[in-house]
């Protein structure tokens, strides 16, 4: 009976589709649409298209080694693999579970920009930081449910989010017609070099890393060895088709200067030339559900991988006190750690540190397979991980060259975070002797 009960809390393949694309859409075409826009310029939907072209290329890695070895801690399971238990395995883990809390921060914020913009809630501008916190807060209680009740959410936020980007997109397209020129621009590109393409790349691989959420989730999900890889494959599919279609929608109903005007709620502004103030209201109701969604299921993955990392003793924990399981408690700082974020860092800084986080830790991880991993064990293609660390070195660089000029202090907050979090964990290690 407790075979069949642990079994029927299992994650399906439509649940772990479900999961991915709830992080993915929540995060990315809500938030990062006017941010890759501010970037790139008119070039944004190209940007959008290779940003998902990185993404699908650097899965490879994470597939392949999770088709050997999945496990609830996917990201930590590949590093400890290729790096064993040492601190740059646990570093490089942290900062994979560190770079999804700042994208919890980023899709918290989204939510309260959106919600700012609807005429059912007046909220001041003051406000945002406090309103994002709160749905942290209420994102962690609908964590403490089972895996079932999380899965049902999952598909019922997908849903509406679905028919309503569907339906903004389409709308849009019949409304504007279709401009082949939102593609590749004639005009206003004299502004925008190739650091401005690549760091809109950099910010745009964030829209897409949802599927990391399915393979730190690898352990749940049933027959994982054939389920993960699909997974993660349909759900890369099902957001680069999204993403473009409601990308070019969004083009052909606002110009550049009116999506970078306003970028924090681009597709609320979007829809009004075809729909008027109550597409605007729809849309913001999808985005809600989007970007609430997108934080319950990062949050659900966040856990699973720290929990692991806990009891492989890779990183230090205390109760507190506090009732409950490790996976209670971790909610509980991965809570704390997110609303944090949410009340120091606006959209721009939060998106940027984590694309930071994020790509390090993704070339520690193309290195690592290619270095030590197990061939026998893992079969891959070399010259893949080869074009997937130069590829994210490009990009990371074209991102790091731009926020020097423009905000240094973030550079500096991003290499104190990483670094302080790497000499946390080898005094750690050495402590325990591991």
């Avoid at 299992?10 to 991915?20: H, Y």
């Avoid at 050997?68 to 579970?97: H, Q």
């Avoid at 994982?224 to 052909?252: E, M």
Wanted: glycine letters at 8%; one cysteine or more.
């Amino acid at each position: 009976m407790s075979v069949n009960n642990k079994d029927k809390d299992k994650i399906t393949l439509s649940g772990a589709i479900a999961m991915g694309t709830g992080v993915m859409i929540g995060a990315g075409i809500f938030t990062l649409t006017g941010e890759i826009a501010n970037y790139a310029g008119p070039y944004f939907i190209i940007a959008f298209t290779l940003a998902g072209c990185v993404s699908a290329l650097t899965s490879y890695t994470y597939v392949k080694m999770s088709n050997s070895y999945p496990s609830s801690g996917g990201v930590a399971k590949i590093l400890t693999k290729v790096y064993g238990n040492s601190s740059i395995a646990a570093w490089g883990a942290l900062l994979m579970l560190f770079s999804m809390i700042i994208n919890q921060s980023l899709v918290a914020r989204t939510f309260a920009n959106y919600l700012s913009r609807s005429s059912f809630l007046t909220i001041s501008s003051s406000s945002i930081p406090y309103v994002a916190t709160a749905l942290v807060i209420f994102s962690f209680f609908i964590n403490i449910l089972s895996n079932q009740a999380i899965q049902k959410f999952q598909f019922i936020g997908a849903f509406f989010k679905a028919i309503g980007l569907f339906l903004l997109a389409i709308g849009g397209l019949a409304a504007s017609g279709v401009d082949i020129n939102a593609i590749i621009p004639q005009s206003e590109v004299d502004n925008v070099s190739i650091l401005n393409i690549l760091g809109s790349i950099a910010v745009g691989v964030l829209a897409f890393k949802g599927f990391t959420t399915i393979t730190n989730s690898g352990g749940e999900i049933t027959d994982p060895k054939k389920n993960i890889g699909k997974a993660i494959k349909y759900t890369i599919i099902i957001c680069i088709s999204v993403y473009l279609l409601v990308t070019f929608a969004v083009s052909n109903s606002l110009s550049i200067n009116e999506i970078i005007s306003a970028k924090n709620y681009t597709l609320a502004e979007a829809a009004r030339p075809t729909y008027g103030e109550f597409g605007v209201n729809i849309t913001i109701f999808v985005a809600l559900i989007s970007t609430f969604t997108g934080i319950v299921a990062s949050m659900f993955a966040v856990s699973r991988m720290l929990t692991m990392l806990t009891k492989m003793d890779l990183v230090p924990h205390k109760h507190f006190g506090l009732p409950g399981n490790i996976q209670k408690h971790l909610l509980v700082y991965i809570t704390v750690i997110t609303a944090l974020l949410t009340l120091v860092f606006n959209v721009s800084r939060i998106a940027a540190m984590g694309a930071f986080f994020y790509l390090v830790m993704d070339i520690l991880i193309h290195y690592g397979v290619f270095k030590y991993a197990n061939r026998k064990e893992v079969h891959f293609n070399s010259l893949l991980l080869i074009f997937s660390i130069v590829i994210d070195v490009i990009i990371f660089l074209g991102l790091f060259w731009i926020k020097i000029e423009e905000d240094p202090w973030l550079i500096i907050y991003s290499i104190a975070g990483m670094s302080l979090i790497y000499f946390i964990e080898r005094f750690y290690l050495k402590k325990v002797n591991i």
